[in-house]
């Protein structure tokens, strides 16, 4: 075999998803969708439309009923934490850790050239279409069917974030590290933007004194600078 010939299998079937994951879906054609990223659409006429619509919808539903969960889970909670709560568990990174715990990316539907780049791992794509697979849930059975399926990763999510303070901001607490330390402040440099205008990521290293201490992706740059400043602190050992 060539070395730079890839073999490329078949993704999991949606109705196999279904089953894996204890889902009772309805419309197969409306997983199919929430599956189906554009570059999978633009190589196969067969395919009807991708999963952005949904992925926006999703967003929003997983929005409101983390939010609803954090404000039951935690009664005393001030209204602020609850705010930094709900953005560290639906942020980019905490949504792909969801979508890899049911190995998502194997029934991902995702063009050739995404495929032989690492797209079935990769954390925005990843973070997309679990956000799309709510909005599927959603439109399919209600908002009971997705908090019952997210509650069990909000549970234990929830539980990490405060262990490890991971609410907290990044680049906040990184700033007070390098400043405790006599260093100048951070800088966060764009390494690389990769991807269409409407689905970009973004590759970010932070920097003091010339010194690369963290490095991180997202769908933006404050994602990707926050994602960045969260690498600085765990090879600090600040953070687990």
Same mark, same amino acid.
């Given at each position: ?30 997983l199919s969708r929430a ?40 009664? @005393?909670?001030? @209204? ?58 959603y439109l399919d059975q209600?908002? @009971? ?26 680049k906040s607490s990184f ?66």
């Open positions: 075999m060539l070395e730079n010939q890839v073999t490329i299998s078949a993704p999991e079937k949606p109705q196999e998803l279904a089953v894996r994951l204890g889902l009772e879906f309805n419309d197969f054609l409306l599956l189906t990223h554009r570059s999978f659409l633009n190589e196969h006429a067969d395919a009807i439309e991708d999963n952005e619509r949904l992925e926006f919808l999703g967003d929003a539903v997983l929005d409101f009923v983390v939010g609803a969960w954090l404000y039951n889970r935690y009664p @005393e909670m001030p @209204e602020g934490d609850l705010t930094r709560m709900r953005s560290a568990l639906v942020h980019t990174q905490q949504l792909a850790d969801f979508a890899s715990q049911i190995q998502l990316g194997n029934a991902m539907r995702l063009g050739r050239g995404e495929i032989q780049g690492g797209g079935r791992n990769r954390p925005a794509l990843l973070c997309d279409t679990f956000e799309a697979l709510i909005g599927a849930i209600g908002i @009971e069917a997705v908090q019952k399926f997210i509650s069990p990763f909000l549970e234990e999510a929830a539980e990490d974030i405060l262990i490890n303070h991971k609410n907290e901001d990044p700033q007070e590290w390098a400043q405790a330390q006599g260093f100048s402040t951070p800088q966060y440099v764009t390494r690389n933007a990769t991807g269409p205008d409407h689905s970009k990521v973004f590759e970010v290293d932070v920097i003091v004194d010339g010194v690369v201490y963290g490095s991180g992706s997202g769908s933006s740059k404050q994602a990707a600078t926050k994602a960045a400043a969260h690498d600085a602190l765990l090879r600090l050992g600040l953070i687990s």
